[in-house]
């Protein structure tokens, strides 16, 4: 039973981490911050299924090792990216005053 839920929890994180990668992709025209949202997101995808398909165990003894490093320097940079991505968009854009200018009267 465990197993199966901490299968099916990775695989919904791979699923969030899919749904980053596609409004990531529609914004990429509307910021020059999405594309390293894209960037980012597509590398926590790739590193997520190297590890969902254990793909490093194919890599035999020798070569698990590093394997794992690299997925986890690949994982490292791309949580990187996406959150100097997230603090583009949030911080590079003045807050919005949602009361009205006063008009001029002069």
Known sequence: MT?????????????????GVVVSAVGVTRSKWALLLLGGFCGEAAVSLVFRLR????????????VYVL???????????????????LLGRPAQDSTPAAPDLS
Do not use: K
């Open 3 to 19: 197993n199966v839920v901490m299968g099916a929890l990775g695989w919904l994180s791979f699923l969030v981490t899919g749904a």
């Open 71 to 89: 997925t986890s320097a690949i994982g490292l940079a791309a949580r990187s990216a996406v959150v100097a991505g997230v603090a583009g968009l």
């Open 55 to 66: 793909l490093f165990d194919l890599a035999g003894v020798s070569g698990r090792e590093f």
